[in-house]
């Protein structure tokens, strides 16, 4: 069988399992307190995140309340989170500031991005994932705009997938474009790297 045409079934079973978990809201919620325990006394001040789409994980809560935690250290710091807006000619991605409450549009694929903001420069990058497996390589959804944004970008940025316990896959065979990222969380902890650091 042709191996892309495997990562299409296994993309399609992945998403329904995820969009049909009992308890979603249960994992969401635990996965909500390990990204945030997971941020303390990391050194970033700008984060690119995601809108969830598909069932995937909101992490913007938690990003919200990083972002307020950092005006309240005792040396208060200006954070900033960028959301993705997709380069059609390129197909890679800038990350553009969002908060709450900030203007939206839709992008090309209907997913919603911040109107008119300013684009930031993450130094640390959550990724969702469809899947993931050993190593620290994501299963995403086979448009390569992660892959090519990451190849691009200099300095590379802390790169973290994000997702339910559900998208492990321990056979994931990933291919020569694909790039492993630094740590994965799930609602059970740290993933990778294998120990948690």
Same mark, same amino acid.
Request: hydrophobic fraction near 35%.
């Given at each position: ?16 399992? @995820? ?20 941020? =303390? ?26 972002? +307020?935690?950092? +005006? ?5 710091? @200006? @954070? @900033? ?65 992660? &892959? ?26 990933? +291919?020569?474009? &694909?790039?492993?990222?630094? !740590?994965?969380?799930? &609602?059970?902890? =740290? ?5 948690? !650091?």
């Amino acid at each position: 069988m042709n191996k892309s045409f495997d990562k299409k079934a296994l993309r399609q079973r992945l998403v329904e399992q @995820r969009l049909h978990l009992e308890d979603r809201l249960a994992r969401a919620d635990a996965l909500q307190d390990i990204l945030r325990i997971w941020l =303390v006394g990391r050194p970033d001040t700008v984060i690119g995140a995601y809108w969830p789409i598909k069932g995937e994980f909101d992490p913007l809560p938690a990003l919200h309340r990083w972002k +307020e935690d950092g +005006e309240l250290i005792d040396e208060p710091q @200006r @954070r @900033r989170i960028g959301l993705p807006v997709v380069n059609k000619v390129h197909k890679t991605l800038t990350f553009h500031a969002w908060y709450p409450g900030c203007p939206m549009e839709e992008d090309a694929y209907g997913i919603p991005k911040p109107k008119d903001t300013e684009i930031l420069v993450p130094t640390l990058l959550f990724v969702p994932c469809v899947g993931y497996g050993p190593g620290g390589y994501r299963l995403g959804y086979g448009g390569g705009f992660y &892959d090519r944004t990451l190849a691009a970008l200099e300095p590379r940025p802390v790169t973290v997938g994000v997702g339910f316990t559900n998208g492990f896959i321990d056979d994931f065979e990933p +291919e020569p474009h &694909d790039q492993p990222l630094d !740590a994965i969380l799930n &609602d059970n902890g =740290v993933v990778w790297p294998v120990g948690g !650091a």
